[in-house]
């Protein structure tokens, strides 16, 4: 990522150097006693500091007007910190216009354009908030997810779920889970190989999220099958989505690189949450779709 | 020729069992140098198809691995892949195998190639067969990573070939860390604190038949396999030293009486158990474990036979050591009910 941003890093730098060079052509090297290492450590800390956002903050963004802001406020505080350093090992002539009046114009200013630029993102946040909505609700744990779907994993379903349970208790809605898995996902990986099969997940995470409502959370439980929390949801309406779900599956032309059609059909369990149960609601959610499992197999082998 | 395999022998053709681990880090856009590091193996070697790596190059790439894509569902996916692979005349036996009794032998025949690093052995009493899985030539800490891996490996490929799915049953040694794999890729019949590491199937499915059921295409790939493997020895340092021990057992055992039957010197023994992180008290608390374990579960032995059959003085001395292996008194350990029988 950094790569992008090498003009601005230039920029900075040639910036830097240019305080450096004007300091020492107005001032004079401090004598060895006369610095204060204790102002040395606190002030090279901050402008230390400084420089580690301006790397964290360029390495993790893409171009654009927010990244530009971003790195325009913090250039300013790190050169403005930079030259209170400089301050400590030179000494200016009091009467110097750089005697702290650069520290004190640059500091401020970067400090709002940083503001506006972090407002810009907080903008820019919501946008893909709303996308992201049923991958992760209300919370995000980027440890807690799967690399190949960018969906939240077991862990983070049992937070979520636990969370949304609390709520919907206490607001007394009603909570149902579903458990859908596909049929015969073995049998496409060794058909088709496994780099297929990982697209096929990918691909059929996407479909979901498309067939889901706002309030729901997609997450991927764990292998092919995946979990979809349905707050506010009584189970005849649970039913009835995934039932909505299985016919979206169905209906899912899977292209391979080969380009062949491959269609899949999935198998569900719906559970609603009861307090009353002992078992958890993912257990009976589990259980109901090994049934269905049976069923169908029963019936193919009949 | 020692009788067994040492962890820096060349043994693993990096075509087979390494392949898989290589292949599923290049789908994942992992950096092969990255992956190779520390192994010793170059990518220019790999690809020629004649490189045989040691067993300790292997562990090196499964600890990369496992840093690279810390995922719990890393394993299976391996496990999945793993079969048929690229195993040429080791595998064939197992693929034109008639049955599924037959397959499991083939498969226990030709392990050497197919399970470097864990041993399988099978046994059977009147009701299960069991598949029993140990670490093969060091005690690698990998040992519950490389179980999983396993475990799918032979479920995939079995579950491919026969033609109606085995029931199977998994008894695992400690808790189940992430229940969902297990789950998705097992199944219901998952049994957590076993205190050991092994699948059984009735008997009444092994005879189950082979889809691709072919009986001189199985012969011929026995014979060659037989005729490709005969200069290698089939067993591990550490199986092989386990296997000692449980045949010795009758008898007292100790360093010096296992020396004398490996027709090596104590000192010489002790460094090659040192060598491939082990030591004799380990080995034989582990066969003694497992014995115990089993009589308990499966034979229902008096604790009085079971103290006298492992070189203990008495109940007291047996719990004791039974606690210690497993955390758990004897007591505590009851056989499994038998899997439900589908209407």
């Given at each position: 990522m950094i790569k992008l941003h090498k003009w601005k890093l230039l920029f900075i730098a040639i910036a830097t150097n240019f305080t450096i060079l004007l300091t020492l052509a107005l001032g004079d090297p401090k004598l060895w006693g006369d610095i204060d290492w204790f102002d040395i450590v606190g002030e090279g800390g901050v402008s230390l500091l400084a420089a580690m956002w301006l790397v964290f903050i360029l390495n993790s963004r893409p171009a654009g007007s927010v990244t530009n802001f971003l790195c325009l406020g913090l250039g300013f505080i790190f050169i403005g910190t930079f030259q209170d350093l400089l301050d400590e090992i030179i000494a200016l002539p009091d009467e110097s216009f750089f005697r702290g009046a650069l520290e004190s114009l640059l500091m401020p200013f970067g400090l709002i354009v940083l503001t506006f630029g972090l407002y810009h993102w907080h903008k820019e946040q919501l946008v893909f908030l709303e996308q992201r909505r049923r991958r992760e609700q209300e919370t995000r744990e980027y440890r807690w997810q799967d690399q190949l779907t960018d969906l939240g994993d077991a862990r983070f379903l049992k937070l979520q779920l636990s969370q949304q349970i609390r709520q919907c208790r206490a607001n007394h809605q009603p909570l149902a889970l579903i458990l859908l898995d596909l049929d015969r996902f073995n049998s496409t990986n060794r058909t088709f190989g496994h780099s297929e099969g990982d697209r096929l997940l990918r691909e059929l995470s996407e479909l979901l999220i498309l067939n889901l409502r706002r309030c729901d959370l997609l997450c991927r439980y764990a292998g092919d099958r995946f979990a979809i929390v349905l707050p506010n949801t009584p189970e005849l309406m649970a039913n009835e989505l995934a039932q909505q779900l299985i016919r979206a599956v169905a209906s899912f032309a899977y292209k391979t690189n080969n380009g062949d059609t491959v269609y899949h059909n999935a198998s569900v369990g719906v559970a609603a949450d009861n307090p009353d149960r002992e078992e958890s609601i993912t257990e009976i959610a589990t259980v109901r779709l090994m049934a269905a499992k049976d069923q169908k197999k029963l019936g193919s082998a009949a | 020729m020692l009788a067994w395999i040492e962890r820096e022998e060349r043994y693993v053709p990096a075509h087979q069992f390494p392949a898989v681990i290589i292949e599923l880090a290049q789908s994942r856009n992992t950096d092969m140098d990255k992956l190779l590091r520390g192994t010793g193996v170059f990518w220019e070697d790999y690809l020629s198809g004649e490189l045989i790596l040691k067993p300790d190059q292997c562990l090196q790439l499964i600890t990369n691995l496992r840093r690279l894509l810390p995922g719990n569902d890393i394993p299976y996916l391996l496990g999945h892949r793993l079969y048929p692979g690229n195993f040429g005349a080791s595998i064939n036996p197992v693929w034109f195998a008639s049955h599924l009794s037959e397959a499991i032998d083939h498969f226990v025949l030709c392990q050497a190639s197919l399970s470097p690093l864990l041993h399988i052995r099978k046994s059977v009493d009147p009701d299960y067969l069991y598949l029993h899985w140990q670490n093969n030539i060091t005690d690698t800490e990998h040992f519950h990573f490389l179980l999983q891996l396993s475990m799918t490996a032979i479920t995939s490929l079995l579950n491919h070939l026969c033609e109606a799915e085995p029931s199977w049953d998994y008894l695992l040694p400690?808790?189940?860390?992430?229940?969902e794999q297990y789950q998705v890729n097992f199944g219901s019949r998952v049994f957590a604190n076993q205190h050991i590491a092994a699948m059984r199937v009735p008997r009444s499915q092994l005879s189950t038949a082979c889809r691709q059921a072919n009986v001189n295409n199985a012969v011929i790939a026995r014979n060659q396999f037989l005729a490709a493997w005969s200069q290698q020895p089939p067993l591990g340092f550490v199986a092989y030293i386990d296997q000692c021990i449980r045949t010795h057992l009758p008898h007292q055992l100790t360093l010096e009486v296992l020396a004398e039957q490996l027709c090596i010197s104590p000192a010489t023994l002790k460094r090659k158990l040192k060598k491939h992180d082990t030591r004799f008290q380990d080995r034989y608390d582990s066969v003694r474990k497992e014995l115990a374990i089993d009589w308990l579960t499966r034979q229902q032995l008096t604790y009085d036979e079971i103290a006298e059959r492992l070189h203990f003085h008495d109940i007291r001395n047996l719990r004791r050591a039974f606690k210690r292996w497993t955390g758990t008194l004897p007591s505590s350990i009851k056989p499994l009910s038998p899997a439900k029988t589908t209407p």
């Open positions: - | 400690g808790p189940l860390d992430n229940e």
